[in-house]
């Protein structure tokens, strides 16, 4: 089957259509095929139905593929033929099917998909919702404005379909770009500003249990006394409560990766000072003797584990058991060394470890690293502060490409803009042509085009600018946990750049009405 499909394509890019679906129809049916090729043959075989002037034979191929795999191509070439059809409502509704069906699958996970989706359509809505709010207030204030400012005012409530469509368009693409541009400094600039002010920005691995006195000697007399070093244990978890686990037990992809890893132990006496208990309890000196851990809530949860269960690591040639006694809550982004599963002193001791440390180190201070180094050629050092130069340097490069890809989303606006002009063309000549017959001038169409169309892009602006100062404040507080400052200059961006950009575009779209005779457009318009 996947053989006659193949021919069937390289039968296509020949222009042999016959041929081709010849063996596209062979290919289907053998039902050999999985549902998703299945999909794309069916849809093969739709293209080429459409190639021969066959819509209806095409529309029931491209239907069949969506009905098996919600195949987004198919969603697309139904819409085509659907609008070509007439049927405007249907191809809305399978060009936005497409949409979710290609951010489904880029996601690669049916949450997040569906988390992308929604977060969308919820986002159109919430810009509809606050067009639709914006231009009913101008409805009542209109009438007490004048000149051009009540004319402007006028057109924008008057066409508010249209007016509607042309803010959620380019607000849309204001929204991203503000995200990008504006949210995403001032999230990197927050974040920092929240790291305590000597946050570690180096780590030292690979110490072993024989130097632990030497290194720590060290580090005190090159003036950074009270540097802590922890042992390390590598294990990796075999069961819980007596049952084995394995990757394939776990749904989530975080949760495979952790069971086929290995752990690194530690034990500790005292709790850290960034870690703190949601549940269970820290051992006493009452526990002596005892194998007892704390683990970390977030792998708790991705993994299962909860108080009182027995866990069972494979570390070396040997298995260790011990029973949870706590679940911590850890400060990761304070630096410094922790571990997602602590034993009591004692339990590990039978094991062989190596020690690991953290520590600030002011700039213009690389010469203790030489020096590090020379007295202690084994250890491994991890330079933070240039990891996280380079995953600053990935992303700006990331999102300087995104701001390319929205700024085709602001384009697209510009095209609904342009658009809504030409619709109603025939409207805004008779209505400039009326005007200029009862007195106005030149300078108050102009005015009141300019009231119009910036009107558009300020609201598009102001509601993209509030969409993104309420994006970086969720993302802030709560899915990285710390405090953000809402940028007021976002406001400015938004509202000044919209403004300007549709009062430029639209002023451009419509220049040829301040130039046209009225008598011309009178005497055209009737004659049509």
């Known amino acids: 089957a996947q053989l006659l499909l193949d021919r069937g394509l390289a039968q296509e890019q020949q222009g042999r259509h016959d041929d081709a679906l010849v063996d596209y129809t062979s290919a289907i049916d053998m039902h050999a095929l999985a549902p998703l090729v299945q999909a794309q043959a069916l849809f093969y075989r739709g293209v080429s139905l459409e190639e021969s002037a066959r819509t209806d034979d095409a529309l029931g191929d491209y239907s069949a593929a969506i009905k098996l795999a919600r195949y987004a191509p198919a969603f697309n070439s139904r819409a085509n033929i659907y609008r070509r059809q007439g049927h405007a409502a249907e191809a809305r509704r399978d060009y936005l099917s497409a949409l979710a069906a290609i951010t489904m699958w880029q996601a690669g996970n049916l949450r997040l998909g569906l988390m992308v989706v929604g977060g969308s359509a919820a986002t159109v809505l919430v810009l509809v919702i606050a067009a639709v709010a914006v231009l009913a207030l101008l409805g009542r204030l209109r009438r007490r404005a004048g000149g051009v ?31 990008l541009g504006v949210v995403r400094v001032d999230l990197l600039a927050d974040w920092q500003a929240s790291l305590p002010p000597q946050a570690p920005n180096r780590f030292v691995i690979n110490i072993q249990p024989e130097q632990v006195g030497t290194i720590t000697a060290f580090f005190k007399d090159n003036g950074f006394a009270g540097t802590a070093l ?118 590990l001791d039978a094991f062989p470890a190596s020690y690991i440390t953290s520590f600030y180190l002011p700039m213009g201070n690389e010469s203790f690293l030489s020096r590090l180094v020379q007295q202690f050629p084994n250890v491994t050092i991890i330079d933070v502060a240039a990891i996280m130069g380079q995953v600053r340097q990935v992303i700006e490069r990331v999102t300087l490409a995104l701001e390319y890809v929205f700024g085709f989303t ?119």
């Open 230 to 347: 922890f042992p390390m244990v590598r294990g990796r978890l075999t069961a819980i409560n007596d049952k084995p686990v394995s990757p394939e037990q776990y749904p989530d992809e975080r949760a495979q990766r952790l069971v086929e890893r290995e752990f690194n132990l530690s034990w500790s006496k005292d709790i850290q000072e960034d870690n703190s208990i949601v549940a269970g309890r820290w051992w006493t000196a009452a526990d002596s003797g005892q194998a007892l851990l704390s683990v970390e809530e977030g792998i708790a949860k991705t993994l299962g584990i909860a108080v009182d269960d027995t866990l069972f690591y494979f570390i070396g040639f040997f298995v260790g058991t011990a029973r949870v006694v706590s679940l911590r809550k850890v400060a990761w982004d304070s630096f410094h060394v922790n571990f997602f599963v602590i034993a009591s002193p004692g339990a």
């Open 410 to 528: 602001v384009l697209a606006g510009l095209m609904v803009l342009y658009a809504a002009i030409q619709s109603s063309l025939d409207e805004r000549l008779l209505e400039g042509a009326v005007l200029r017959t009862l007195g106005a001038g030149r300078r108050q169409l102009l005015g009141g085009m300019a009231v119009e169309f910036a009107g558009i892009g300020l609201i598009a602006g102001l509601i993209a600018a509030t969409g993104a100062a309420a994006a970086g404040y969720i993302l802030a507080e709560h899915l990285f946990h710390f405090s953000y400052r809402v940028n007021a200059a976002l406001w400015w961006w938004g509202g000044a750049g919209g403004a300007v950009t549709v009062a430029v575009a639209g002023m451009w779209g419509t220049r040829f009405i301040l130039h046209r005779p009225p008598w011309q457009t009178l005497r055209e318009l009737q004659e049509m």
């Open 149 to 179: 400012w009540r004319f402007g005012m006028a057109n924008l409530t008057r066409r508010t379909r249209g007016s509607v469509l042309q803010v959620v368009a380019f607000g849309l693409g204001m929204l991203a770009l503000l995200l």
